[in-house]
């Protein structure tokens, strides 16, 4: 059995999508967030509201042409309490209140028990001595970035950054990157 047909039917069996890039835990299938850590994930669910009529969660007497990004039910604009604007979609997608305060509770709670514990979430046995300038995650030293800067980028610009935020920091996607052992290395950090 290939290496992807593994992968194909470990989806099929776990019901996951991937796994987290804050926490390595696997993504639901349900829901657009991390369910451990909060996270939104990279890849926006798209409701399909073609076809039939669809009536809100909330307010049943109300059609809408709507769905939330992150659980897919069907919301009207009273609702929706903020939107997402991924790379994946050339339109806004509206986030339900149940979805937004859930993710958001999520992500504090694990944020301040990772920065209690003081461990690293993705090594857990490396003490964190960095905290992501982007979303606040504490890092050891194995998982933060920086971007270079100066005319032969030999500098350290922005950061730390975990590899999530990184991302999103860096439209080059890496072009611009600097780990934290390689600035030591390099003798600029």
């Given amino acids: 059995m290939s290496e992807i047909?593994?992968?194909k039917r470990h989806k099929q069996q776990t019901g996951t999508r991937g796994h987290c890039s804050r926490c390595a835990e696997p993504l639901s299938n349900k829901v657009n967030y991390c369910i451990r850590c909060g996270k939104v994930a990279e890849i926006i669910l798209f409701w399909d509201g073609t076809g039939r009529a669809h009536y809100c969660v909330n307010h049943p007497q109300t059609k809408i042409e709507?769905?939330?990004?992150l659980c897919g039910n069907p919301i009207c604009p009273e609702c929706y309490t903020e939107k997402m604007y991924p790379f994946s979609s050339p339109v806004p997608i509206p986030i339900c209140?149940?979805?937004?305060?859930?993710?958001?509770?999520?992500?504090?709670a694990y944020l301040a028990e990772r920065q209690r514990s003081g461990f690293c979430p993705n090594?857990?046995?490396?003490?964190?001595?960095?905290?992501c300038s982007g979303c606040g995650a504490v890092l050891c030293l194995d998982c933060v970035?920086?971007?270079k800067r100066g005319l032969f980028r030999i500098k350290i610009g922005k950061g730390p950054f975990c590899i999530a935020c990184m991302r999103k920091h860096d439209p080059k996607h890496g072009s611009?990157?600097?780990s934290a052992r390689k600035a030591i290395a390099a003798g600029i950090l």
């Fill in 176 to 178: 611009n990157l600097l």
């Fill in 66 to 69: 709507l769905g939330c990004g």
């Fill in 97 to 108: 209140s149940t979805c937004s305060t859930t993710s958001k509770r999520l992500e504090s």
């Fill in 145 to 147: 970035y920086f971007t």
């Fill in 123 to 131: 090594h857990t046995n490396q003490w964190a001595q960095y905290s």
């Fill in 5 to 7: 047909q593994k992968q």
